[in-house]
C-alpha cells in the first residue's frame, strides 16, 4: 500500500513537470543564418553566420538572439581578417554580439496555428559592447511544431562605434550594412 | 654612355619593385582562406574538458583559444556523438556531449566532409578535427548552456 502511494506520488510528479515543460512556451534555434551584405561603388562585400543560438518565449513575447561573431565567414580571408581584428570588431575581446527584445503584437501570432504572421520587435542590440535600442519587423512562420522567423533591417556601423576615416575600408565598406535573419526554432 | 646604363638599371629594379609589389598586394587581397584540415591541431582534447575549462573561466579560455585575426584555434576534440543535423547551407553540424556535460561541441562539417559526418552513428565516440569559434557559456538572456562551437570540421583518427 505504502509503495502503492509513494509511487502515484512519483507519478504525479512526473505528469506535473511535463506539463509545466510544455507551457513553457520557450522556443530554442541553433538552426540559424545571419548574413550581412555592404554595397559600395567601390565592391560589394557578404559575409555568412550559421553559429547562433536564438531563443522565443512564446508567452512573454521575448526573443533573445546570440551571435558568435567569429562565425562570420567572408569570401576574402583578408577581409575576414579586418573584421575579426582590433580596429574592426575586435572579436577575440568581443566575441559575441547579442540583441534581446520583446515581441510587440504577440496577440497578433497564434503560435498554435499554421500560418505567416508579422511581428514587432523592440529592444536591444549589443555589439563591441555597445548597446542600442532596435525596433524592427520580421515574419513568423508556423507550420506545425516548426516555427521559423525571417527578418531584414540595416545597421548603421557608427552607432556601434565602428567607424573609418581612412585607408580601404574607408571606401569599400558601406556606412550602413542589410542584414538579414532566418531562424528555425523547435521547442525546447 | 654611363649615364645611360645607370638609368637603364634604375628603370629595371623600379619596374621590377612595382610587379613584386603589385603581386604580392594581388596576393594579399585574393589571399584563399585558411585550410584548417591541412593546417596542424594547436590542442588536442576531450568535449568534456573544453567545456569545463570554458566554464571553469570564459576570458581565460577565449584569450587562449581565440585569435585577434579570427584564424582561432584549430581543435581535435574527442566525444560522444549526441545529435546529428543539418544548417541552412546544407552543411552536417554534429553535437558531441556527454551525459551529465551542461554543454557540449557542435561541429559543423564542410560541402567536402558532410557526407562523412551523415554516416556518424549516435551513442558512438568521435574525434573531430576544425576550428574554434566561440565557447561555452551559460546565457542569462538564453537561460541555456551554449556550446563551444567548431567550423570547418572533418573526422581524423588519432
Known amino acids: ?188 | 654612355m654611363k649615364r645611360k646604363k645607370i638609368l637603364r638599371i634604375a628603370a629595371t629594379l623600379v619596374i621590377a619593385g612595382l610587379l613584386i609589389g603589385g603581386g604580392v598586394g594581388l596576393y594579399m587581397f585574393n589571399m584563399p582562406q585558411r585550410d584548417v584540415q591541412a593546417a596542424k591541431a594547436d590542442y588536442t582534447l576531450t568535449g568534456s574538458q573544453i567545456v569545463e575549462e570554458y566554464l571553469a573561466g570564459r576570458e581565460a579560455a577565449n584569450s587562449k583559444y581565440l585569435s585577434n585575426d579570427g584564424d582561432s584555434k584549430i581543435l581535435i576534440v574527442t566525444g560522444v556523438v549526441n545529435k546529428i543535423s543539418d544548417d541552412f547551407s546544407g552543411q552536417k553540424v554534429v553535437l558531441l556531449k556527454s551525459d551529465g556535460d551542461k554543454a557540449g561541441v557542435s561541429a559543423t562539417f564542410t560541402p567536402e566532409t558532410s557526407s562523412k559526418a551523415a554516416d556518424l552513428q549516435i551513442g558512438t565516440t568521435v574525434s573531430i578535427k576544425g576550428v574554434i569559434r566561440s565557447g561555452a557559456t551559460y546565457d542569462n538572456d538564453l537561460g541555456l548552456y551554449e556550446n563551444v562551437v567548431l567550423e570547418k570540421c572533418d573526422i581524423v583518427t588519432l
Open chain 1, 1 to 188: 500500500m505504502k509503495k502503492l502511494v509513494f509511487l502515484s506520488a512519483v507519478l504525479t510528479m512526473f505528469t506535473t513537470m511535463a506539463v509545466s515543460a510544455q507551457v513553457s512556451g520557450k522556443l530554442v534555434s541553433s538552426k540559424t543564418q545571419i548574413k550581412f551584405f555592404s554595397s559600395t561603388p567601390a565592391e560589394d562585400i557578404q559575409a555568412v553566420n550559421l553559429t547562433s543560438v536564438s531563443t522565443i518565449n512564446r508567452e512573454t513575447g521575448e526573443v533573445v538572439f546570440s551571435v558568435p561573431m567569429q562565425g562570420f565567414e567572408f569570401e576574402k580571408a583578408l577581409m575576414q581578417k579586418h573584421f575579426n581584428g582590433e580596429d574592426f570588431l575586435n572579436t577575440q575581446t568581443y566575441p559575441k554580439a547579442k540583441l534581446t527584445g520583446k515581441i510587440t503584437n504577440l496577440d497578433k501570432i497564434d503560435f498554435t496555428k499554421d500560418g505567416t504572421y508579422t511581428a514587432t520587435l523592440e529592444g536591444e542590440m549589443t555589439i563591441k559592447e555597445t548597446t542600442k535600442a532596435v525596433k524592427e519587423n520580421g515574419t513568423v512562420t508556423v507550420k506545425g511544431d516548426l516555427v521559423e522567423v525571417q527578418s531584414k533591417f540595416n545597421l548603421t556601423l557608427a552607432d556601434f562605434g565602428i567607424t573609418f576615416v581612412k585607408g580601404k575600408p574607408s571606401t569599400n565598406i558601406a556606412k550602413a550594412v542589410e542584414v538579414s535573419v532566418l531562424s528555425q526554432y523547435l521547442a525546447e
